[in-house]
């Protein structure tokens, strides 16, 4: 496989002219124009080699050395400071920034060949991982909601991340996508979590793989759990639209199975987000007014473009009662597959939040974590006829 190279200069003219050099000598080429962009081309590309420009807008090249080095992602990605500048002065700010080698502009294409092999043959033989570089592969990622609230999405998707990482044995990621409406973190012993508020406040370049991890909630059962705030004021934060996909984007490189608890609702947030998800569950209850509303939600995700065969209904039961509709009957009502049902469990899920546990992980033999564990047969059979 070619070699990758991360270009970052403002220039766009040298972008090109760089870009088309190096092309021709069989690598593979990614752009940036600026210092934020630049930081986030190389966590999510993960280059073998930064050519990086000093003079920038916004942010110049040694400040973005600098964070590239800080981050534990590419600490050891080789970096050629390519600029104008040349006095020594300079070139030592470089090398103290984090650079390996440097060029001044202009440059000779013969030049250029010669510094770009020596850096990436030197880092081959002598460079090992600062630490285990995470899988490149996209996490299968499960969105989780319904047409309104109320009908425990939260319970859902944490209960069905357990039933995952049981059947699978890999690692999960539950975030709950609800600022402002949080109720996973009380459930889990965090009663005022501020990581998701956190990282939706922070700048864009701060938002690295490395920092959404860190404000992950490890929980006593391996789940790793991204809390919303239960302050009202901050579900504005969900407006900032592109903060959100930048913290999925990082999500999704974290874990091999990631669930996003999208609350009620096609918001405008929620439009874009059901579009990066590899399959949906819907929640509904089986009675008349719900299914209505659920059908409508079906409808408007297909219209959005998502294939019906990528969502999955499922009914939840939250009480027992005579007067609720059986499993055919929502089916028929609903005018789409529904392959579950979560039969009512009101102790279980009440002894669950008092012992600040997951009753799919602590209790997988209840028939509720039996009825998980089908759900989460399904999807990874359904994960594997993707792939």
Known sequence: MAEKILIVDDDVDTLKLVGLMLQKQGYQIVAAT???????????????????????????????????RANPYTANTPILMF??????????????????????????????????????????????????????????????????????VTTVAVNLGAAIQLASQSDVIVAELRPGMGTLGPDVGVPDPQNLTRLLQAAQVDVTRQKVKEELIVHESGLRLLAGSIHPRDALLMENLAQVEL???????????????????????????????????VILEPIPNTIMHTRALIADLVELGISPRSIQAVVVNRIRSDTQMNWTQVQDKLEHPVPAAITPAPELIYQAVRTKSITASSQPNSLTGQQFAKLAALLLDLEKQQT
Do not use: W
Request: proline content about 6%; charged content about 20%.
């Open 83 to 152: 600029t104008a500048k040349t006095q020594l002065d300079d070139k030592v700010t470089g090398f103290e920034a984090g650079a390996d080698d440097y060029l001044t502009k202009p440059t000779h294409p013969t030049e250029l060949s010669a510094h770009v092999k020596a850096l990436l043959a030197r880092s081959t033989k002598s460079r090992g991982p600062a630490i285990a570089a995470p899988a490149e592969t996209r996490a299968f990622t499960i969105g989780v909601l319904s047409a309104r609230g109320g009908l425990g």
């Open 247 to 281: 913290i999925i984007n990082r999500l999704v490189y974290l874990a091999p199975y990631v669930m996003l608890d999208l609350g009620a609702g096609l918001s405008k947030p929620n439009q874009a987000l059901v579009k990066m998800c590899d399959h949906l569950i």
């Open 34 to 68: 600026n210092g934020p962009q630049g930081l986030a081309q190389a966590e999510t590309e993960n280059p073998d080699l930064i050519l990086l420009d000093v003079m920038m807008p916004e942010m110049d090249g040694y400040e973005v050395a600098k964070r590239l």
